[in-house]
Structure formats: C-alpha cells, structure tokens
C-alpha cells in the first residue's frame, strides 16, 4: 500500500515562506505525476485546486495563483516531493494535499480524479 506523508505546514506571516514535503512509501517513479492539491477553508473535496505538479520525466505545471511564487521538486533518492512556498498571502490559506497518480492519458494530470493515492494533508495558515 502506497502511503503519503506531508509535513512542514504552520502557520506563517503575510510575505514569508513554508517548505512542503510529502514522503512516498514507494517510488516517486511508480507514478506518472505527483501533485500538491490544496482545499480552501469552508471548500468541499470537490473543490480542491490543483498548486503545482510534477511529471515522471521531470516536468511541472502551476496553478495560476501561485505561478512565480511555489516551485515543486523532487529528491529522487529521498522519494520525495517539496513545495517552496513564497510570497504567501491569506488566500494561501488552506489544507495542502500531496497526491499521486498513475495515469498516462494526459501530459499533464490536472483533475484531482486521476490521482489514486493522496496524503492527509498538512494546513498552512497565512495570518499576522
């Protein structure tokens, strides 16, 4: 059973930073994508947005709200995947997911319905 473990979230002031990290049980190249989702306080499930993911060939992909703000990596030997968090503001506010998936359809794994294992989340507060 492939497990997901994040840490690192808190709470942080307007302007700093936060480095994310999920811990895969297995290999971080089983999957085709990894994925930092994150759900917003009073979202629902269905409503997590898609932060940042990272392809098996070394690939990422932003969503438009923190483009030039996070970057997603991968320690390959260590299995896994960070989150450098900048900038931050209030409306970073949120449970941040780790996520995996297998699926080869798309270059890019953008819906959280394609992804089959998930962590169980670490929350990062924004606030002075």
């Known amino acids: 059973q492939v497990q997901l473990v994040e840490s690192g979230g808190g709470l942080v002031q307007p302007g700093g930073s936060l480095r994310l990290s999920c811990a895969i049980s297995g290999s971080v190249f089983s999957f085709n994508s990894m994925g930092w989702y994150r759900q917003a306080p009073q979202a629902d499930e269905n409503q997590r947005e898609l932060?940042?993911?990272?392809?098996?060939?070394?690939?990422?992909n932003y969503g438009n709200s923190v483009k030039g703000r996070f970057t997603i990596s991968r320690d390959n030997a260590k299995n896994t995947v960070y989150l450098q968090m900048n900038s931050l503001s209030s409306e970073d506010t949120a449970v941040y997911y780790c996520?995996?998936?297998?699926?080869?359809?798309?270059?890019?794994?953008?819906?959280?319905?394609?992804?089959?294992?998930w962590g169980q989340g670490t929350q990062v507060t924004v606030s002075s």
């Open positions: 932060v940042a993911l990272i392809t098996k060939g070394g690939s990422s």
């Open positions: 996520a995996a998936s297998s699926y080869i359809g798309s270059a890019y794994v953008i819906r959280p319905r394609y992804y089959d294992y």
